[in-house]
T-cell receptor
Framework: DAGVTQSPTHLIKTRGQQVTLRCSPKSGHDTVSWYQQALGQGPQFIFQYYEEEERQRGNFPDRFSGHQFPNYSSELNVNALLLGDSALYLC????????????FGPGTRLTVL | QKEVEQDPGPLSVPEGAIVSLNCTYSNSAFQYFMWYRQYSRKGPELLMYTYSSGNKEDGRFTAQVDKSSKYISLFIRDSQPSDSATYLCAMSARGGAQKLVFGQGTRLTINP
């Protein structure tokens, strides 16, 4: 049973650039959530996608946007990158309507120079 | 004030010791409580998932939830060097796909 996968593993960008991160959920899951984890901190919720729509959003600016595809995979886009966007970006998948918790992927480490 | 408070450590104990990790929270709506283990530069791995107050045991791990005190704990018995990692507590109001609120994480080292 394939778990949550994310690509790429690492990414280096410069300030002002744009980046796209990708996530494939665990088999059978239909909901994808994205989290940002700064060094030495716990993950912070960015937003969640279900049925190809953003369902919940955390306290992140509009520079952060996303998309969910019909096969439930998802993308996270960040525009106008800032140094402070350097972090581990985690994708978590779950199944809406069930109380089972979320399962995380290995993350994408983004470095903004 | 953060919704979830967790002592970041670091915590260092000898192999075989009993480890106690704790979190406090302020939001009384939280009903689902999780502990994740995260190795360096990896994604969080679910260890324990509990609903409401009470205890749950899984092998060497025991999770406790005291909603009246807004306090949760994770105990690790017979700790091993392979348990060295960062431990994150997380919680949510409705479980499932509901967004998770995490503590800062406690960095734990088990010394052989």
């Amino acid at each position: 049973d394939a778990g949550v996968t994310q690509s790429p593993t690492h990414l280096i960008k410069t300030r002002g650039q744009q980046v796209t991160l990708r996530c494939s959920p665990k088999s059978g899951h239909d909901t994808v959530s994205w989290y940002q984890q700064a060094l030495g901190q716990g993950p912070q919720f960015i937003f969640q996608y279900y049925e190809e729509e953003e369902r919940q959003r955390g306290n992140f600016p509009d520079r952060f946007s996303g998309h969910q595809f019909p096969n439930y995979s998802s993308e996270l886009n960040v525009n106008a990158l800032l140094l402070g966007d350097s972090a581990l970006y985690l994708c978590a998948s779950s199944l809406t309507g069930y109380t089972d918790t979320q399962y995380f992927g290995p993350g994408t480490r983004l470095t903004v120079l | 004030q953060k919704e979830v408070e967790q002592d970041p450590g670091p915590l260092s104990v000898p192999e075989g010791a009993i480890v106690s990790l704790n979190c406090t929270y302020s939001n009384s709506a939280f009903q689902y409580f999780m502990w994740y283990r995260q190795y360096s530069r990896k994604g969080p791995e679910l260890l324990m998932y509990t609903y409401s107050s009470g205890n749950k045991e899984d092998g060497r791990f025991t999770a406790q939830v005291d909603k009246s005190s807004k306090y949760i704990s994770l105990f690790i018995r017979d700790s091993q060097p392979s348990d060295s990692a960062t431990y994150l507590c997380a919680m949510s109001a409705r479980g499932g796909a509901q967004k998770l609120v995490f503590g800062q994480g406690t960095r734990l080292t088990i010394n052989p």
